[in-house]
């Protein structure tokens, strides 16, 4: 139904879900480290947003080279977000008055010394990206969203099928929790419902450490935060309310 756009864990072993790094190498590191590839039931996902620092060091390619070397393990997930979306429809991101994909592009050509074909490289893992989590215990970890338009599963379905220009895609990398025009708590409840989970988790935010909406828990890891927050969860543990999401919540410092 979802090819590999939809990633489904069991209802055993272990996930650490961690947003958005945004090009910070350090914290890249420190989350990785928190797993062990060598176990084959203990999960880590990225949610999108690996790239584009505003600050003055971007470790964006050297997380990049990690990551697709260890994408080749099965448990080892990042899923697509925003900002590498753009690469690859070739649209431009700006923070502030700085246009981020030129930036990321200057950056190739600096740090590998030239821009091709590690530019192309880095879309084809961008393409590779599934766009969302799905787990035994209840749980939809996607980059951002949901969209409003999702009220039949066969709605979420097609979309699949259409393309990285699909407006409901779109909803699912670029809305936020605090427009009221993006989604509403009951459109959250609305698209559980169709998708037949009990609650969502996403980034692409930026807030301190995390925020409960609804049924939605918005983790901030990495960028905008002083207190990094990750999750931390026992896949086998049955989840039957908010509480039971931010219980297996982790900070660091």
């Known amino acids: 139904m979802f090819n590999d756009k939809l990633i489904e864990l069991p209802d055993y072993g272990r996930l650490i879900v961690v947003s958005d790094i945004h090009g910070n190498f350090e914290d890249y590191q420190r989350y990785v480290n928190l797993w062990d590839e060598s176990d084959k039931d203990f999960h880590i996902v990225f949610l999108g947003d690996l790239i584009h620092s505003s600050?003055?060091?971007d470790g964006s390619i050297?997380?990049?080279?990690?990551?697709?070397?260890?994408?080749?393990c099965p448990?080892?997930?990042v899923l697509l977000g925003n900002h590498e979306w753009v690469h690859i429809v070739n649209?431009?991101?700006?923070?502030?008055n700085e246009e981020l994909t030129r930036q990321f592009e200057i950056l190739?050509?600096?740090?590998?010394?030239?821009?091709e074909p590690s530019l192309t490289n880095y879309i084809k893992f961008f393409k590779s990206m599934p766009y969302f989590v799905k787990t035994a215990n209840g749980l939809f970890l996607s980059h951002s969203g949901p969209s409003d338009k999702v009220r039949l599963i066969e709605v979420f379905d097609k979309m699949i099928g259409d393309g990285y220009l699909s407006p409901i895609l779109k909803d699912f990398l670029w809305n936020r929790y605090n427009s009221s025009t993006d989604y509403?708590?009951?459109?959250?409840?609305?698209?559980?419902e169709v998708i037949g989970s009990k609650y969502?988790?996403?980034?692409?935010?930026?807030?301190?450490?995390?925020?409960v909406y609804g049924r939605q828990m918005i983790l901030s890891s990495s960028f905008g935060t002083k207190v990094k927050t990750y999750l931390d969860i026992d896949l086998s543990k049955e989840i039957n309310s908010m509480k039971d999401v931010q219980r297996q919540l982790k900070f660091i410092h």
């Open 108 to 115: 190739v050509s600096h740090k590998k010394g030239f821009i």
């Open 55 to 57: 600050e003055k060091e």
């Open 75 to 77: 448990n080892f997930h």
């Open 91 to 96: 649209k431009k991101i700006y923070k502030g």
């Open 184 to 192: 509403t708590k009951n459109d959250i409840v609305n698209f559980l």
């Open 200 to 211: 969502m988790v996403i980034g692409h935010n930026p807030l301190e450490s995390y925020k």
């Open 62 to 72: 050297e997380i990049l080279d990690d990551a697709i070397e260890k994408s080749k």
